[in-house]
């Protein structure tokens, strides 16, 4: 088997309802509706609207369908399926979840919010003592491009050296020790401390596109040169 490229889904927008806000009455009612605690539920801006306009970083927090569109765009890629990607999930407030290749995301909204409130809660999924397909430990972005010991990682943002999908696709390539980072959240940049660890950042020559359609653009581009598409 080749060396697997390794994407990193970073800063996302996924994240348990923060302490501060069990109390307010539109996340009350959310979890009570679904027969929840609100510090089971995930944070999520079309729910807790009002109830996040005090938290701080509120605009790049509460958006849990960005991570579900690039999970699906990620493990239903030709890249995973023939076994040449591993995917990892780094959260707002420092979580990583380490994703099996072989997972199936489900394509409905409301059934993976529950299978993220899981895991987040829980820790795994399936819940112990199955042997689990995803799993989150609490880790900084930082202490997790340590582990994977990168031979470069490259960041894809509205910032940095202007390229196309394929120039990058191309770049990415000849390094597939690379670790590659998108964004999981909707808006502004990487955080300044996330630029600092990556060696080079490249951006899209059309501006203002989703996240996602950074991540499908790329994998596709990869897919074809390597092949595989």
Same mark, same amino acid.
């Given at each position: 088997?080749?060396? !697997? +490229?390794?994407? *990193?889904?970073?800063?996302?927008?996924?994240?348990?309802?923060? !302490?501060?806000?069990?109390?307010?009455?539109?996340?009350?009612? #959310?979890?009570?509706?679904?027969?929840?605690?609100?510090?089971?539920?995930?944070?999520?801006?079309?729910?807790?609207?009002?109830?996040?306009?005090?938290?701080?970083?509120?605009?790049?927090?509460?958006?849990?369908?960005?991570?579900?569109?690039?999970?699906?765009? #990620?493990?239903?890629?030709?890249?995973?399926?023939?076994?040449?990607?591993?995917?990892?999930?780094?959260?707002?407030?420092?979580?990583?979840?380490?994703?099996?290749?072989?997972?199936?995301?489900?394509?409905?909204?409301? !059934?993976?919010?529950?299978?993220?409130?899981?895991?987040?809660?829980?820790?795994?999924?399936?819940?112990?003592?199955?042997?689990?397909?995803?799993?989150?430990?609490?880790?900084?972005?930082?202490?997790?491009?340590? !582990?994977?010991?990168?031979?470069?990682? *490259?960041?894809?943002?509205?910032?940095?050296?202007?390229?196309? +999908?394929?120039?990058?696709?191309?770049? *990415?390539?000849?390094?597939?020790?690379?670790?590659?980072?998108?964004?999981?959240?909707?808006?502004?940049?990487?955080? #300044?401390?996330?630029?600092?660890?990556?060696?080079? *950042?490249?951006?899209?020559?059309?501006?203002?596109?989703?996240?996602?359609?950074?991540?499908?653009?790329?994998?596709?581009?990869? #897919?074809?040169?390597?092949?595989?598409?």
């Amino acid at each position: 088997m080749a060396e !697997r +490229f390794k994407l *990193v889904i970073a800063e996302a927008a996924l994240e348990l309802v923060p !302490r501060e806000l069990w109390g307010h009455p539109s996340v009350y009612k #959310a979890a009570r509706k679904r027969g929840k605690r609100p510090g089971e539920t995930l944070l999520d801006s079309t729910l807790h609207h009002q109830a996040m306009k005090k938290l701080p970083e509120s605009p790049r927090r509460g958006r849990p369908d960005i991570v579900h569109i690039e999970l699906l765009e #990620a493990l239903e890629s030709p890249l995973n399926k023939k076994g040449f990607l591993e995917t990892y999930v780094h959260t707002y407030n420092d979580y990583v979840l380490h994703v099996n290749p072989d997972t199936r995301i489900p394509r409905n909204y409301n !059934r993976f919010i529950g299978l993220m409130e899981q895991l987040l809660t829980l820790g795994q999924v399936p819940p112990p003592p199955a042997k689990p397909l995803m799993r989150a430990e609490p880790m900084n972005l930082e202490k997790l491009l340590i !582990r994977l010991s990168p031979c470069k990682t *490259v960041a894809i943002s509205d910032s940095g050296e202007q390229a196309s +999908f394929r120039e990058i696709a191309i770049r *990415v390539s000849e390094m597939p020790c690379t670790i590659i980072l998108v964004k999981g959240f909707p808006h502004e940049d990487f955080d #300044a401390k996330t630029l600092s660890l990556v060696d080079e *950042v490249y951006a899209p020559k059309i501006k203002g596109l989703e996240p996602w359609i950074h991540l499908s653009h790329l994998l596709a581009h990869l #897919a074809d040169i390597l092949g595989i598409a």
